[in-house]
């Protein structure tokens, strides 16, 4: 065996994963269909196949997979309190969980998938037992031994003789059934938080003096934006757990409503689906108790599996049941499932102060999208719009409710063009996962900021305050921006801020020459937001530009901070550039592009002064140059790449790139400590320790389509 297939088998003992094992004539390549099952892989120890030459664990390390409930994780211990339900498979789950799982229609072995003729069904705790089931009262379970229910022949003249299977009850017309929102822990929350600090609001010059005789058609001021710290992010002082939220978390920051629409289509079968039900664990045990979480699953159709709940704790562990239930099939309508999402959050009663949608897709939408291809392959991209509901972006021109998308493509067979346009449509980001494992540390860091969400609704308001100065233009990637026709003021809609966040935002404006003074006024920059909190509009005060006027030309200064901003805007032009002409079918000139960026950038000021920034970008650009030899690698990661780089850029907000989110990319110049912290936390459950890495190339090759 080779050392990669070592490698492999490593790995995944050392995260509690299954694997398969090749046999010495066998390639590097897992079959698609070998037996395990999802709840296998969801669980933190390893459901073993039949023994083989190949692999063998311990029977101590056996005996441990016999302890945890694969459905809710938690210890399955004699003596816990917890009824124990035992199948006629030989597996064993909390009789909790695994009559909830059967309610959702799901009878067959989370572990085995062995068809089960004895299910768990938890019946009422009024007399008489329902008929063609028997009923135990849980007063009476017995806390040490198994429990099994047996089926009861019916009556056969009852009206119920022919009894249909228990499946989940039809949804509601209306997704009004939101649970309530606890006013009190919101105002506590709020008075936690009436001392919070401020957004900052900087501005710099591209140079600090302009000879006074001179003038400027294209002079570039920085604004630059930075939200204020969350309360939330308090190291632990144990040292051994490493960095954690601390206990004030859920009660200190601005509570969540969340939607996850997430694509359980036949090609999410497997290893797959597993990974995601371990990632949607991950979220779910790390939301809060005034956090809101609502599950949709789609395939062919789409259906809420969960309405939107409080997490507590018993909140918690029924959505660990309705995501364990999930079962892949079928086809890929993300348009269907973005709608019921979107429905979610229309219909619900109460509104906490962050609503977010996160989409996860493999595959790509055959039910809305049927725009003709190109030579590059791509469809046209106008007809993605058709994907996301108009109550999200307004197609009527209305805002809509405002509901960011965050789109995670996974593998190398989804649809970067239609998700990146999703996100970049609602204002949510477009994270490109290529290996499997890494689907938890994507979530991990999306949830990382929206659970550190410290400003609303932000807006930077510039004004000219000398009628000799007009402003040429405003950089600001995909932020809304409004610029008057007569170039004296103009308006960013910034939106949410994460705690820490910054932002940075070019305007271009002329300089006139100056005969009188030593100064020159150029603008007045205010800023207002929202509070989430609070509910408060904030105004900063106004911050005034100006620019000094020497006698004479001297030796040039060049602000730093405005040249790498100027960096980050070029090369996220090459980057369009580049895929431009990659989907017209021209790839050396694609490269070309990205190489000459780099040279270009390798000569600003900023660069040579050692810019981190400026050497994120540089091997970005590089990745994506290798990306791009040759039209398969293209098609299976290098167009995602680019499309989750420029989504990652024009927002100005850390997304998942490509395999790994380890600080080898660009994606950290964006992170947060907040998703810093979610990221480590996240990686420590997976593997025990942040230090240890994860495969950093996806388990398909690029030499053979991913299966199907």
Not at 329 to 337: D, L, M, Q
Request: glycine share 6%; hydrophobic share 35%.
């Amino acid at each position: 065996m080779g050392n990669s297939k070592w490698r492999k088998v490593k790995m995944a003992l050392a995260s509690n994963l299954c694997v398969y094992v090749p046999t010495a004539d066998s390639d590097d390549s897992p079959p698609h269909s070998d037996g395990f099952s999802d709840a296998a892989l969801l669980s933190p120890a390893p459901v073993t196949r039949p023994a083989s030459p190949s692999l063998r664990l311990s029977k101590s390390f056996n005996r441990s997979s016999k302890k945890t409930c694969t459905i809710c994780l938690a210890s399955m211990k004699r003596g816990e309190g917890q009824a124990i339900f035992t199948a006629e498979c030989s597996h064993s789950f909390h009789f909790q969980c695994i009559a909830s799982n059967v309610k959702h229609g799901n009878r067959i072995c989370p572990v085995c998938r062995a068809k089960w003729k004895e299910v768990p069904l938890q019946g009422p705790t009024n007399p008489g037992p329902p008929l063609g089931r028997t009923r135990i009262n849980p007063v009476n379970w017995s806390n040490d031994n198994p429990v099994l229910l047996r089926p009861i022949p019916p009556r056969p003249n009852s009206p119920r003789h022919a009894s249909a299977p228990v499946f989940p009850a039809p949804e509601p017309t209306v997704f009004n059934d939101d649970e309530p929102l606890d006013l009190k822990l919101t105002n506590r929350t709020t008075l936690e938080n009436s001392n919070l600090k401020r957004v900052s609001v900087k501005t710099y010059t591209e140079v600090p003096a302009v000879p006074r005789f001179s003038a400027s058609d294209d002079f570039t001021v920085l604004i630059h934006l930075k939200a204020p710290a969350s309360v939330s992010g308090v190291k632990s002082s144990n040292t051994n757990q490493g960095p954690t939220f601390s206990q004030v978390n859920h009660t200190s920051r601005a509570p969540v409503d969340l939607v996850t629409v997430l694509d359980t289509s036949g090609s999410m079968a497997g290893t797959k689906l597993a990974l995601l039900k371990r990632a949607m664990g991950f979220v779910i045990q790390n939301l809060g108790p005034a956090d809101r979480l609502a599950v949709i699953a789609f395939s062919s159709t789409a259906r809420r599996l969960f309405p939107l709940r409080k997490m507590s704790d018993t909140g918690k562990q029924h959505a660990l049941q309705a995501v364990n239930s999930l079962m892949a099939n079928g086809g890929t309508n993300i348009a269907e499932g973005l709608r019921k999402g979107a429905k979610v959050m229309e219909d619900r009663r109460e509104n906490n102060p962050v609503g977010s949608i996160i989409l996860l897709s493999d595959g790509q939408d055959t039910y809305t999208v049927n725009g003709s291809s190109n030579s590059g392959g791509r469809k046209n991209q106008l007809n993605y719009e058709l994907l996301v509901p108009q109550s999200i972006h307004g197609g009527d021109g209305s805002p809509g409710m405002k509901i960011p998308v965050h789109a995670f493509g996974f593998g190398t067979d989804h649809d970067a063009s239609s998700m990146h346009t999703i996100s970049e449509i609602s204002g949510g980001t477009f994270s490109f996962i290529e290996t499997e494992g890494v689907i938890q540390d994507a979530f991990a860091q999306c949830i990382g900021g929206l659970l550190s969400v410290v400003v609303k609704d932000a807006r930077v308001v510039l004004e000219s305050v000398n009628p000799d100065v007009v402003i040429r233009s405003l950089k600001a990637g995909s932020y809304k921006n409004q610029l008057m026709a007569d170039g004296k003021s103009g308006c960013i809609d910034v939106g949410d801020l994460y705690a820490d966040e910054e932002r940075d935002f070019l305007v271009s404006v002329n300089v006139p020459k100056e005969l009188a003074f030593n100064e020159t006024c150029l603008l007045k920059v205010r800023c207002h937001y929202t509070d989430p909190l609070t509910k408060e509009t904030v105004n900063l005060d106004s911050v005034d530009v100006g620019i000094k006027r020497s006698e004479s030309l001297g030796q040039e200064v060049v602000s730093v901070e405005v040249d790498r901003q100027k960096n980050r805007l070029q090369a996220a032009e090459a980057m369009v550039q580049a895929r431009t002409a990659a989907e017209e079918g021209d790839l050396a000139q694609a490269i070309s592009t990205l190489e000459n960026c780099r040279r270009v950038l390798s000569k600003t000021v900023s660069a040579k002064s050692g810019d981190r920034l400026c050497a994120a970008l540089d091997a970005e650009l590089k990745e994506m140059q290798e990306r791009m030899a040759s039209r398969h690698m293209y098609e299976a990661s290098g167009r995602a790449y680019i499309l989750s780089g420029l989504s990652s850029h024009s927002w100005q907000r850390a997304t998942a790139r490509g395999d790994s989110t380890d600080g080898s990319s660009l994606v950290q110049a964006y992170q947060t400590p907040s998703m810093v912290e979610m990221l480590t936390r996240s990686q420590a459950s997976l593997l025990g320790s942040p230090s240890v890495q994860r495969p950093v190339r996806p388990i398909w090759s690029f030499a053979s389509p991913k299966p199907r």
